[in-house]
């Protein structure tokens, strides 16, 4: 069983960048798919980007796009999320997760981190 930890969130002010890390107890087979999704307070929770390590394709959602940057570092087995030109409407709780034979972008992945928190100040 695959658990996530993520790591990387903070406080930073509108412009500024961060990037998070999501490190699996396991491996990520290729048959993985792998994603960030993100809630805000008192809102739904929405997927923010996400990638098949199979072809290395990738999708974002238009909110993110331009800004945010999913990748992966197979020799640290480690997913990250660079975020750029970071806005107060991008705070929440950010989530990796993963699973097996899912689709990018996807619904209803299996494993899931703790999340961690971003908060972009105006």
């Known amino acids: 069983e695959v658990h996530l930890v993520e790591s990387g969130g903070g406080l930073v002010p509108a412009g500024g960048s961060l990037r998070l890390s999501c490190a699996p107890s396991?491996?990520?087979?290729?048959?993985?798919?792998i994603g960030w999704f993100r809630q805000a307070p008192g809102k739904e929770r929405e997927g923010v980007s996400c990638?098949?390590?199979?072809?290395?394709?990738?999708w974002s959602a238009v909110s993110v796009k331009g800004r945010f940057t999913i990748s992966t570092d197979n020799a640290k087995n480690t997913m990250y999320l660079q975020m750029n030109s970071l806005k107060p409407e991008d705070t929440g709780v950010y989530y990796c997760a993963a699973d097996y034979m899912n689709t990018c972008p996807g619904e209803g992945y299996a494993v899931w981190g703790q999340g961690t928190q971003v908060t972009v100040s105006s």
């Open positions: 396991g491996s990520f087979s290729e048959n993985y798919v």
């Open positions: 990638i098949m390590p199979s072809d290395g394709s990738t």
